[in-house]
């Protein structure tokens, strides 16, 4: 806004008014009242986000300890059915090897023993175990 | 016969601004602040003998009753509460300050619940006062807060924000002329 705009019928602007305590206080205490209103909704945020960070602070301290023991789990898991899967591979290359003898110069029960196993129920047992 | 006791009225409605402001409505406290931020103001100024002390006590003390209203129980008035708050706050300030000091009076002439009629009053005037400073131009908002709050003379004001000191002044003078009306209510009622 511009000198120009000035509409001197108001009155004499060439000094300063005398101040207003009553509505310097007014103000003052407007003043106040938006400096709280803004602290308060800070202070809210700050509190929603404090709960963010206490959560993290909370878990966060437990969650190293549960990543360790889950990938200590995940290791054993894993490391069990490689090593079932490797002793699969060693049963079957051993079976393959008795039906080979079998048939290269067994007796007819050596075969049947070496397709179906052996006429045992401890066979059977041993498998159960296994399993 | 009695009058209808607005008391009461007084007392529910302001649970009922607790009750939201405890649930995390702004608007609410902010209502809450309106209405006993000039009590608040004279008892801490009163008990802390400087203004911006004052000022920042009451602030605080705002914030932590914002934190603790949860606690608060609904059966108890919020500015009994409040002003304890507020005394204990001021009482520990000085003693950080170790500021001799003899007891801190009570504050009497704050206590909300003396005149919840008046303070009511006081709120609702203030309310329409700050819509009316709502209602000034940005500049004449800076400049009558320069002049009247901060103490700047016009000839200041007219270098910080590259103006002649007539144009501040007038500016001054239509800020002030806007702020009439609130104002006029309120020197009537002689609330402050």
């Known amino acids: ?131 | 016969m009695r009058e209808p006791t607005r008391e009461p009225a007084t007392d529910a409605e302001e649970t009922a601004l607790v009750d939201r402001a405890t649930r995390g409505d702004p608007a609410a406290f902010d209502a809450l602040v309106r209405r006993h931020l000039p009590g608040a103001l004279v008892a801490a100024e009163r008990l802390l003998g400087d203004r911006a002390d004052a000022e920042d006590l009451v602030q605080d003390a705002f914030l932590r009753a914002l934190d603790r209203l949860p606690l608060l129980d609904p059966n108890r008035p919020f500015g009994p509460w409040f002003f304890t708050l507020l005394r204990n706050l001021g009482i520990n300030q000085l003693r950080a300050k170790r500021v001799r000091h003899t007891e801190p009076e009570l504050l009497d002439a704050a206590s909300p619940d003396a005149l919840p009629d008046e303070e009511m009053e006081r709120a609702e005037v203030r309310e329409r006062f700050d819509a009316a400073l709502a209602a000034l131009t940005p500049r004449q908002r800076e400049i009558v807060m320069l002049f009247e709050v901060e103490g700047w003379k016009g000839a200041e004001i007219a270098e910080h924000l590259g103006l002649t000191p007539e144009n501040v002044r007038w500016h001054l003078h239509q800020a002030k002329k806007s702020l009439r009306v609130s104002l006029s209510t309120l020197r009537d009622e002689g609330t402050l």
Do not use: K
């Open chain 1, 1 to 131: 806004m511009n000198g120009e705009q000035i509409n001197h019928s108001d009155g004499d602007f060439s000094q300063d008014p005398e101040r207003d305590p009553f509505l310097g206080a007014l103000l003052r205490e407007a003043r106040l009242r938006e400096r709280i209103a803004v602290a308060s909704r800070r202070h809210r945020m700050r509190l929603t986000e404090t709960s963010w960070y206490g959560w993290v602070a909370r878990y966060g301290r437990a969650a190293v300890p549960i990543g360790i023991a889950a990938a200590l789990i995940a290791a054993v898991i894993l490391n069990r059915s490689v090593r079932t899967e490797a002793e699969f591979a060693a049963q079957a290359a051993a079976a393959t090897l008795d039906l080979r003898g079998a048939v290269a110069g067994g007796s007819r029960s050596a075969v049947t023993d070496a397709v179906v196993g052996p006429d045992s129920t401890e066979f059977l047992i041993a498998m159960a175990v296994d399993r």
